[in-house]
């Protein structure tokens, strides 16, 4: 069974432009959640999705956002980039959601903002 | 208060020996444990997780749960330069979001 599977692998942008990202689900998943992952503050839950509506969504500004499409794939919007946008985001599967949901993580993709 | 806290480390444990990691969280409605591994430049990967108080043994990983004091712990026997990474506790709140702590680090020493 793949995996969980983020394109592109690394991003490089400027300030001020918008960013898209890609996560496909491992196959039969249908809960995609994303995450920012910094040096300084960790794994920060930015929202979650499950059959293409989102269920939670964390403390980030409205820069921020994100869509579920109906095979499960989700993509992550980041618009007007800001230079504290450089990170690791992490995309995660699982097969349910809720209290017992188990996260399989992708790759990741890298975002550089210069 | 943090939601989730982790000692960041590192915590150096000589092989062979029992490494001991803990973790606290604040909220009191949260239902389910989470103990995941990160090696360096790679993604997290689910080792061990926790509904009830108790112990729950997988392994040379055993978790803990107390959740009248809060907190969670995970214990690796048998310690291996194998299990050298950042280990990260999750929590999953009671409105379903799971929260992170930020890790602490775990250096095997051979």
């Known amino acids: 069974k793949a995996g969980v599977t983020q394109t592109p692998r690394y991003l490089i942008k400027t300030r001020g432009q918008q960013v898209t990202l890609s996560c496909s689900p491992i196959?039969?998943?249908?809960?995609v959640s994303w995450y920012q992952q910094t040096p300084g503050q960790g794994l920060q839950f930015l929202f979650e999705y499950f059959s293409e509506t989102q269920r939670n969504k964390g403390n980030f500004p409205g820069r921020f956002s994100g869509r579920q499409f109906s095979n499960s794939r989700s993509e992550m919007n980041v618009s007007t980039l800001e230079l504290g946008d450089s990170a690791l985001y992490l995309c995660?599967?699982?097969?349910?959601?809720?209290?017992?949901?188990?996260?399989?993580f992708g790759s990741g993709t890298q975002l550089s903002v210069l | 208060q943090k939601e989730v806290e982790q000692n960041s480390g590192p915590l150096s444990v000589p092989e062979g020996a029992i490494a001991s990691l803990n973790c606290t969280y604040s909220d009191r409605g949260s239902q389910s444990f989470f103990w995941y591994r990160q090696y360096s430049g790679k993604s997290p990967e689910l080792i061990m997780f926790?509904?009830?108080?108790g112990d729950k043994e997988d392994g040379r990983f055993t978790a803990q749960l107390n959740k009248a004091s809060q907190y969670v712990s995970l214990l690796i026997r048998d310690s291996q330069p194998s299990d050298s990474a950042t280990y990260l506790c999750a929590v999953n709140k009671g409105d379903d979001k799971i929260i992170f702590g930020k890790g602490t680090r775990l250096h095997i020493l051979p």
């Open positions: 196959s039969g998943h249908r809960s």
């Open positions: 995660a599967s699982s097969s349910t959601s809720g209290t017992n949901e188990k996260l399989f």
């Open positions: 926790i509904y009830s108080n």
